[in-house]
């Protein structure tokens, strides 16, 4: 089963007051489950935000995460407004679909997933 990890960046009242939610994510996909590559994934990842003293994440913190977005979809917001951090492995309730070479939707054996 692939997961997700979560980071949760709790904003500051100043970061809110400058048009911030209070808590903003920022997203890995997993494959799979090994407890020791999740955790070296969310140490690596703590510490990239620690050394850019920012987290980056989705501009539209409401919307549903596409993964196919560009990093101009990204906002970067500075450690000074965010107050602490805390991480949520979840499962992924289905397979993650990949585009092929001609940008269609595909799930790992191939085939395209179910569209309604």
């Known amino acids: ?3 997700v990890i979560r980071f949760n960046g709790y904003v500051s009242w100043e970061g809110q007051s400058n048009g911030l939610p209070s808590v ?3 997203y890995l996909l ?3 489950y090994d407890r020791t590559l999740y955790n070296d994934a969310i140490e690596a990842q703590t ?3 620690l050394r850019m003293q920012a987290m980056i994440c989705q501009k539209d913190q ?3 995460i596409d993964m196919n977005k560009m990093p101009a979809d990204r906002m970067v917001v500075p450690m000074k407004w965010i107050t602490r951090m ?3 492995v979840l499962p992924m309730t289905g397979e993650m679909t990949m585009p092929d070479n ?3 939707e595909r799930l790992e054996n ?3 997933p179910v569209k309604h």
Do not use: L, P, S
């Open 1 to 3: 089963m692939d997961h």
């Open 24 to 26: 903003i994510y920022a």
């Open 30 to 32: 997993m494959k799979g």
């Open 47 to 49: 510490g990239a935000f």
């Open 62 to 64: 409401g919307a549903i």
């Open 86 to 88: 805390d991480v949520d």
């Open 102 to 104: 001609d940008g269609v």
């Open 110 to 112: 191939g085939t395209e």
